[in-house]
């Protein structure tokens, strides 16, 4: 089991940064893969960015590569996600995840909700305009 709190996030101007961050308790947080989803109001859950155990690898959503980063620290349990170049289309509630399931290790399902099985409560991020 692992335990996942959000912080980080706020309101920012159009073109501004903000860094998010995942804290992560529980048993071995190193085994587990790690991604960011993001959900805007009335709209569905979609896949930002995605992170391997141990770091090497990483995937992200068309939407936002190239101005956002995912990150992880495994010696201090915790994820980031930094993000510039901020559109007012990236205001959503962001929800840190993580995964003990292959599916989230598979390059034909990492960006599907159901390849997670451990979620946070998730940070609001609003970009004014």
């Known amino acids: 089991q692992v335990q996942l709190v959000e912080s980080g996030g706020g309101l920012v101007q159009a073109g501004g940064s903000l860094r998010l961050s995942c804290a992560a308790s529980g048993r071995s947080f190193s085994s587990y893969a790690m991604a960011w989803f993001r959900q805007a109001s009335g709209k569905e859950r979609e896949f930002v960015a995605r992170?391997?155990?141990?770091?090497?690898?990483?995937d992200y959503s068309d939407a936002v590569k190239g101005r956002f980063t995912i990150s992880r620290d495994n010696a201090k349990n915790t994820g980031n996600l930094q993000m510039s170049s901020l559109r007012p289309e990236d205001t959503a509630v962001y929800y840190c995840?993580?995964?003990?399931?292959?599916?989230?290790?598979?390059?034909?399902?990492?960006?599907?909700?159901?390849?997670?099985?451990?979620w946070g409560q998730g940070t609001q991020v609003t970009v004014s305009s």
């Open positions: 995840a993580a995964s003990s399931l292959m599916a989230a290790r598979n390059s034909g399902t990492y960006y599907e909700r159901s390849s997670y099985n451990f």
């Open positions: 992170i391997s155990t141990s770091g090497t690898n990483t």
